[in-house]
């Protein structure tokens, strides 16, 4: 069955500090994989996609890394801001587009 | 959230009732989606349209119900059939159907049922 988990279900981290977050999947055929900001109250935002070919991609204060060997995937945030405090989720899809998505990561940053 | 509108934010129903959800996109695409979303859970698939007047069936259909009249519209219907449907509901487009194409989702809808 296609799966998709991640951990640690929630964090909590000071501003400025870096923290990783961590997927793995057992979805296959791999197609891609995405890891999506969620503010509380509102819909994911895309922050980056990986394909199989790809096992490193930066947005910003944002970097994902992607090992298709062991099908895992880590989120690395790094000087982290309030404004960062928001679920993480990452998106596994197959080459059928089945898509699965992991219950996701809550992260606070505080102050 | 892009071009995609949800209304209302948040929804109280009594049991037994009917509900429809908006979804609206200005983004000219052609794929739109709807997904449930639980605490604890990750995103389920409820239905799906590739284009107008076409849809197929998520993962967890059953008690809900969808049209696609207008490219722009995709409005999601909760029938009484629904067993649990307190939920966030979200509404989600890409350019076209396929997981590689990015979904942009809309502020989403937060459904009560007592």
């Known amino acids: 069955k296609n799966q998709v988990e991640q951990s640690p279900q929630s964090l909590i981290i000071l501003e400025g500090k870096n923290c990783t977050l961590q997927?793995?999947?057992?979805?296959?055929?791999?197609?891609?994989l995405r890891w999506y900001k969620q503010d509380t109250g509102r819909g994911p935002v895309s922050l980056t996609i990986?394909?199989?070919?790809?096992n490193t991609k930066s947005n910003g204060r944002y970097t994902a890394t992607l090992d298709a060997d062991t099908k895992q995937s880590s989120l690395h945030i790094t000087a982290s801001q309030l404004s960062d405090s928001a679920s993480y989720i990452c998106?596994?899809?197959?080459?059928?587009?089945?898509?699965?998505f992991g219950a996701g990561t809550r992260l606070t940053v505080k102050p | 959230d892009g071009g995609i509108t949800q209304s209302p934010k948040y929804l109280f129903r009594k049991e037994g009732q009917n509900v429809t959800l908006s979804c609206e996109q200005n983004?000219?695409?052609?794929?739109m989606y709807w997904y449930r979303q639980d605490p604890g859970q990750g995103l389920r698939l409820i239905y799906y349209?590739?284009?107008?007047?076409?849809?197929q069936k998520g993962d967890i259909a059953e008690g809900y119900s969808v049209s696609r009249e207008k490219k722009e519209s995709f409005p999601l219907t909760v029938t009484s059939a629904q067993k649990n449907p307190t939920a966030f509901y979200l509404c989600?487009?890409?350019?076209?159907?396929?997981?590689?194409?990015?979904?942009?989702f809309g502020p989403g809808t937060r459904l009560t049922v007592t």
């Open positions: 989600a487009s890409s350019i076209v159907a396929g997981a590689i194409y990015e979904q942009y």
């Open positions: 349209s590739q284009i107008v007047n076409d849809f």
């Open positions: 983004l000219n695409h052609d794929a």
């Open positions: 990986m394909t199989f070919s790809e």
């Open positions: 997927c793995n999947y057992t979805v296959s055929p791999f197609s891609n």
């Open positions: 998106v596994v899809s197959a080459r059928n587009n089945d898509m699965r």
